[in-house]
DNA sequence: GACGTCTCTGTTAACGCTAACAAGATTTGG
DNA sequence: CCAAATCTTGTTAGCGTTAACAGAGACGTC
């Protein structure tokens, strides 16, 4: 069983101070002299004394730990979003506890919350990028500090998101300048935000320009749904510029084109979005849509420190705006 | 500022009974009175009562937590360690706290695992594929429960790792089974255990089939260095078949291949590592080594929940075998 | 030289929980 | 029907830390 390490009054006893101002150096309070804080620094090296954040939280009513709640972070997005989570969190003295859940409906959603206010978290970080996530934030104890990242935007909770929209336009745009008369479109699932939110873009784009967007084609996220639609596209020779909701979808359809002998970007342009490490190097390279993961960290640990230092929820909200990364899957059509 | 919510004396109040008799309903002690119990659950749920776990694991000294130390959690193996980590974790009530670090160096580690311990963490995973993780957990307090993932097999530490040299043995024997001279390989890191037991897999493989292993190309995992590998390989008229470290780096062959016009699998058959999800939308569909992630997860967590209960430390180590993935990328060489 | 004002340190009391023991209520055995 | 065993509940004492207050010197001011 496990020897439990000195406490803090061990510490106390070795430096020859009580254990109140071993704490006063840990916290770093002023009124220390300069002496004392050094042998009591020299007293906890020599101990290997660390500090019990248990103990800690109990009598501070919080921990330094940040919860994180997610569904897949296999995918590139959200485990793009946890790593520059966590990053960030370690470098202001947080640790995350991550909760990830199957599905993304009220009852699990609120479950991974309730694993994590049981913990005594600091503040959570919901990255809940679909519709039924929402609700479960609604009957959440008022007092947790909370943001969610690529969430409802019509929900009245702190929100730090990705400009679904504009990075969606700028892609449609992108194939539209190129000389495309239309676009077509690879969406995500109906029920994630991001999704919803290309789907607008794209829309807007079209109309902006005076075109009529053609039928949809729901995908789900994955490679194997993109290669369905890449089926459908390749044999509608009227299609000329796709626009996919993410780099997998555009991969499938690069894949299925390619089999029906269909070139990109000769015959077929391809943008995706998300640009995944590997997107340089499909066949051929993707033009696609960078949204910056750490920059949605930055501001969304911003956001939460400042609810858990002030206790002020308010219904903040920031976005961030994804760049256009141009490669070689985009060119003028034909004719 | 939170308002704190109610405690077990609170329900306790409510239901007539001591916190004692709370602690023991909540903890599922045997001797408590049927009609006692629904008295208390009944309260519990009317309050909205939610145990402290900063109070327990400072009573108990240990939380319900387990500390994960990784490196790159965007990297797809990582990444789906930690998911299924997770997701085990979950099911015996334990949290994951995730501490991520920049390089896997001996300071970042220990660093990482401090930080974990200041948190009483019950137990602690590393994802230690690197060379130097091995040194910084030699220098740990004995008393820690702790597996180590894809780490150092020639360390004394409980480790669960994939087994890389029978995977890698297969690719490479999956490829000589198909009519091929030899297998040139594209690596990972040389610091990386996955890597180098992939090279030893490789290389085994070879020498067992009596065939002197033509040199090596070293990658990074990228799909960039695989490209830069594959214009090399593309060049080589002498080259029919290529094992790669992983699914991206084959990525970048496949491209750098297609390029020069050399066609996959007719002029040269390529086999991957990791089985992403996409792999099955390669260009052409990429045949590869598929690790069982969770059954990882699950090896490590049930050693390390072991360590937790018996207090034993002990040199377990478990190792999982990987399954071979075919699909269209391998053929037998022309001639 | 006495008095207020700093600066530094110590003492005490929580925080919410579990463990250990104690004690009343209930059952069992002869 | 009484003593002993068992079940059920309550009481008390920490776990290691911070907060609040208190006290002891050092210093400057009148």
């Known amino acids: 069983m496990a020897v439990h390490g000195p406490a803090m009054t061990d510490v106390a006893r070795l430096a020859g101070v009580s254990h109140q101002t071993v704490s006063r150096v840990l916290n770093g309070h002023p009124n220390v002299r300069e002496q004392t804080r050094l042998r009591v620094r020299a007293a906890i090296a020599e101990l290997g004394y660390r500090p019990n954040g248990a103990a800690r939280a109990l009598v501070t009513g919080r921990s330094q730990v940040i919860g994180v709640v997610a569904q897949n ?17 370690a470098e202001e003295g947080f640790a995350v506890s991550v909760g990830s859940v199957r599905n993304l409906d009220h009852r699990s959603i609120s479950a991974a919350v309730e694993r994590h206010l049981s913990h005594r978290v600091a503040g959570i970080v919901v990255i809940a990028p679909v519709e039924s996530a929402g609700e ?15 969430g409802d935007p019509s929900r009245p909770v702190p929100l730090v998101t990705v400009d679904q929209v504009a990075g969606a336009r700028a892609a449609t745009q992108h194939l539209l300048d190129a000389g495309h008369r239309t676009v077509w479109h690879v969406s995500g699932p109906f029920d994630w935000f991001d999704s919803v939110g290309r789907i607008d873009g794209w829309r807007e784009a079209l109309l902006a320009a005076g075109v009529d967007p053609p039928p949809l084609m729901p995908g789900d996220w994955s490679a194997a749904s993109g290669y369905r639609c ?26 299925a084109l390619h089999e029906f002998g269909r070139r990109v970007p000769h015959d077929i342009s391809v943008v995706g979005f998300d640009d995944v490490p590997e997107a340089a190097y499909f066949i051929p390279p993707l033009t696609t849509v960078r949204p910056d993961f750490d920059a949605v960290a930055r501001a969304s ?9 002030t206790g002020t929820g308010g219904a ?7 760049a256009l990364v141009a490669r070689e899957s985009v060119a003028p059509p034909r004719s």
Do not use: K
Not at 75 to 87: C, D, H, T
Not at 231 to 253: I, K, W, Y
């Open 136 to 150: 479960a934030l609604e009957h959440l104890p008022q007092d947790v500090p909370l943001v969610t990242v690529d």
């Open 73 to 89: 972070t296999t995918l590139y997005g959200p485990a793009s979003m946890l790593a520059a989570l966590e990053q960030t969190a």
């Open 316 to 322: 903040m909200r920031q976005t961030i705006a994804p």
């Open 301 to 309: 640990l911003q956001m939460l420190l400042a609810q858990i230092e």
């Open 230 to 255: 890449g089926q459908m596209l390749a044999r509608m020779p009227e299609v000329t510029a796709v626009f996919t909701s993410n780099d997998h979808l555009a991969l499938g359809v690069l894949r």
